[in-house]
């Protein structure tokens, strides 16, 4: 069971049908990243370098193969960041950074020898976001990133050129205590555990053949 696989409970998330006020019980406060502001950006980088550290196995054998690369986490590490308020519009500002994002390449060596390495993928943000007034509990920068590169060439200083598919969600945050209303509790369903139910079919069979005989063949 889960909260989807037809556990009916009027405690549980979902899709609301009849008033959505039925069933509110209390305010609660919780413990919550409030987004501010955020904007997406997905480009596609052709020629981009990436120099490779971390081999498993060390020392390859070169020339590598290229097979494939991809983001080793959803969130990226921002540096170099600046935050210039606008003097026409004081509740927005423009917001510079540089924004790292973790890749994993695949290859092959000389030897056919399947490898990884570590590799990062650096891009600049230039952009326009609401940014709060200033307060006690400071707002900060955060981003989500997604990277992806099918296509790649081995250079012969040992790094890859290729062409990236790139995601980058800038965000303004700050973690808040905030108020909500709630229908209390979640009521939590058992687990189901998974089967392939590769006996399925077997064990329906008879114990024991059907008895028959001769002269009823």
Same mark, same amino acid.
């Given at each position: 069971?889960?909260?989807?696989?037809?556990?009916?409970?009027?405690?549980?998330?979902?899709?609301?049908?009849?008033?959505?006020?039925?069933?509110?019980?209390?305010?609660?406060?919780?413990?919550?990243?409030?987004?501010?502001?955020?904007?997406?950006?997905?480009?596609?980088?052709?020629?981009?370098?990436?120099?490779?550290?971390?081999?498993?196995?060390?020392?390859?054998?070169?020339?590598?193969?290229?097979?494939?690369?991809?983001?080793?986490?959803?969130?990226?590490?921002?540096?170099?960041?600046?935050?210039?308020?606008?003097?026409?519009?004081?509740?927005?500002?423009?917001?510079?950074?540089?924004?790292?994002?973790?890749? *994993?390449?695949?290859?092959?060596?000389?030897?056919?020898? *399947?490898?990884?390495?570590?590799?990062?993928?650096?891009?600049?943000?230039?952009?326009?976001?609401?940014?709060?007034?200033?307060?006690?509990?400071?707002?900060?920068?955060?981003?989500?990133?997604?990277?992806?590169?099918?296509?790649?060439?081995?250079?012969?200083?040992?790094?890859?050129?290729?062409?990236?598919?790139?995601?980058?969600?800038?965000?303004?945050?700050?973690?808040?205590?905030?108020?909500?209303?709630?229908?209390?509790?979640?009521?939590?369903?058992?687990?189901?555990?998974?089967?392939?139910?590769?006996?399925?079919?077997?064990? *329906?069979?008879?114990?024991?053949?059907?008895?028959?005989?001769?002269?009823?063949?």
């Amino acid at each position: 069971m889960s909260f989807f696989s037809n556990f009916q409970s009027d405690k549980c998330p979902g899709s609301i049908s009849g008033n959505p006020l039925n069933g509110l019980c209390e305010k609660v406060c919780i413990q919550a990243q409030k987004i501010f502001d955020a904007c997406i950006k997905q480009i596609q980088l052709e020629n981009l370098t990436l120099t490779l550290t971390d081999a498993t196995p060390a020392n390859p054998t070169y020339p590598l193969t290229f097979i494939s690369a991809r983001s080793l986490s959803s969130t990226g590490e921002i540096t170099a960041i600046n935050i210039e308020r606008l003097a026409d519009k004081p509740s927005c500002a423009r917001v510079q950074a540089t924004i790292s994002i973790p890749v *994993e390449v695949l290859y092959t060596d000389a030897n056919g020898v *399947e490898g990884s390495a570590q590799s990062v993928i650096s891009v600049t943000e230039d952009v326009l976001l609401f940014v709060p007034a200033p307060s006690i509990m400071p707002y900060r920068a955060t981003s989500e990133v997604s990277a992806v590169c099918a296509q790649g060439t081995f250079n012969a200083d040992g790094t890859f050129t290729v062409s990236a598919c790139i995601t980058v969600i800038l965000k303004i945050a700050i973690d808040v205590e905030i108020l909500v209303p709630s229908y209390g509790y979640c009521a939590i369903p058992p687990a189901q555990d998974y089967s392939q139910e590769v006996c399925a079919g077997f064990f *329906e069979l008879p114990l024991y053949p059907q008895q028959r005989n001769c002269s009823k063949q």
